[in-house]
């Protein structure tokens, strides 16, 4: 049985104009929430994605502008999603980015940039807001990614950092429980990487899933209402949703 629908809840979707977070913010906004849209230079797809769930129903959908990498800038993320909706249930880490960094080749700046996104920012933005969602026992969401569970070649800078998410989502669910309850999604091959990935690879990666095939942000979407909604006695997990890749060769 499925319990109440999101109604009367607030949702902060990190990076949720485009890709994956848009599908959550969607989807939480299907099942009744107010969701607030972060975004950093993606202001069009923001402002077009706004006014497409407002259309669906008046005055559920906000904006909050930031660049997250600026620590100092969480505080007032938090002071604007408060003034535009009064409270906050739910905050999900999906902002996120991704590129290589082969060995004698990464930098110090790539290293600060895929750690600092990956991992630092969802432990400041949690601890930012970690008084208002105490305050609603609301819940965590972390975005982390099947290759922080198991390592990708050429990329060891961005799978170590959500290989800290991973730990850091058990680790926030010891420090937050049992107000706060905290979890992690780990995709699989759902969107291919925005600057492009060859066919060969692609083939690869598909291969080596069980199912053989891409899945959907959707996919994605619907793990998170489950988590926000449906799974009250369930925290410090990452689930992974990659159509097997995790149980194949």
Same mark, same amino acid.
């Given at each position: 049985?499925?319990?109440?629908?999101?109604?009367?809840?607030?949702?902060?979707?990190?990076?949720?104009?485009?890709?994956?977070?848009?599908?959550?913010?969607?989807?939480?906004?299907?099942?009744?929430?107010?969701?607030?849209?972060?975004? %950093?230079?993606?202001?069009?797809? @923001?402002? +077009?994605?706004?006014? =497409? $769930?407002? #259309?669906?129903? *008046?005055?559920?959908?906000?904006?909050?502008?930031?660049?997250?990498?600026?620590?100092?800038?969480?505080?007032?993320?938090?002071?604007?999603?408060?003034?535009?909706?009064?409270?906050?249930?739910?905050?999900?880490?999906?902002?996120?980015?991704?590129?290589?960094?082969?060995?004698?080749?990464?930098?110090?700046?790539?290293?600060?940039?895929?750690?600092?996104?990956?991992?630092?920012?969802?432990?400041?933005?949690?601890?930012?807001?970690?008084?208002?969602?105490?305050?609603?026992?609301?819940?965590?969401?972390?975005?982390?990614?099947?290759?922080?569970?198991?390592?990708?070649?050429? %990329?060891?800078?961005?799978?170590? @950092?959500? +290989?800290?998410?991973? =730990? $850091?989502? #058990?680790?926030? *669910?010891?420090?937050?429980?049992?107000?706060?309850?905290?979890?992690?999604?780990?995709?699989?091959?759902?969107?291919?990487?925005?600057?492009?990935?060859?066919?060969?690879?692609?083939?690869?990666?598909?291969?080596?899933?069980?199912?053989?095939?891409?899945?959907?942000?959707?996919?994605?979407?619907?793990?998170?209402?489950?988590?926000?909604?449906?799974?009250?006695?369930?925290?410090?997990?990452?689930?992974?949703?990659?159509?097997?890749?995790?149980?194949?060769?």
């Amino acid at each position: 049985m499925q319990k109440h629908s999101l109604a009367g809840k607030v949702a902060l979707v990190t990076g949720g104009a485009k890709r994956i977070g848009a599908a959550i913010v969607q989807a939480l906004h299907a099942d009744g929430a107010t969701v607030v849209v972060h975004y %950093h230079t993606s202001q069009a797809e @923001a402002l +077009a994605l706004q006014e =497409m $769930l407002n #259309q669906q129903r *008046a005055q559920s959908c906000f904006l909050v502008r930031g660049e997250l990498l600026a620590i100092a800038q969480h505080a007032q993320i938090m002071a604007d999603v408060l003034a535009q909706t009064g409270r906050l249930d739910i905050l999900v880490n999906n902002a996120s980015r991704f590129y290589p960094t082969p060995l004698g080749e990464m930098t110090e700046q790539q290293w600060d940039e895929l750690v600092g996104i990956n991992l630092k920012v969802p432990l400041f933005l949690a601890q930012a807001a970690q008084p208002e969602l105490s305050a609603r026992k609301g819940c965590i969401i972390n975005l982390v990614d099947v290759h922080g569970l198991r390592p990708l070649l050429m %990329h060891p800078v961005y799978c170590a @950092a959500k +290989a800290g998410l991973a =730990m $850091l989502t #058990q680790s926030l *669910a010891r420090e937050l429980g049992p107000a706060v309850r905290v979890n992690g999604i780990a995709p699989g091959a759902i969107l291919w990487p925005e600057q492009g990935m060859s066919a060969t690879a692609q083939a690869a990666l598909l291969d080596k899933t069980a199912l053989r095939r891409p899945g959907e942000v959707e996919d994605i979407a619907r793990m998170a209402v489950f988590l926000a909604k449906d799974a009250d006695y369930i925290t410090g997990q990452v689930f992974p949703v990659d159509g097997g890749r995790m149980v194949d060769h």
